[in-house]
């Protein structure tokens, strides 16, 4: 995703968490949720937190699937620690 996309979606950058948000309301907008998009280096992690500051969802958009494992990124193994070296 870049800047202007997030921008576009509605999202605005928040410099003090590092993180892209934007806020919905629902129940006649009585009850709010902040939906976070951050970049991590690798991947965008996208969160749901609740008004108790509580993460009730979270996905990985994850470019390349062969980096997944259990639906969570992991990190390629070098030679020596992939052949027990």
Avoid: C
Wanted: without cysteine; glycine residues 10%; hydrophobic residues 25%.
């Amino acid at each position: 995703m870049t800047e202007e996309e997030l921008e576009s979606l509605g999202y605005t950058y928040d410099s003090h968490n590092k993180w892209w948000t934007r806020t919905w309301t629902t129940n006649k907008g009585n009850e709010k949720v902040e939906e976070v998009a951050a970049f991590t280096g690798k991947v965008w992690r996208k969160m749901l937190i609740g008004e108790d500051g509580k993460t009730f969802f979270e996905h990985v958009d994850n470019p390349d699937p062969q980096d997944e494992k259990y639906g969570e990124p992991i990190e390629r193994p070098i030679s020596a620690e992939h052949h027990g070296g």
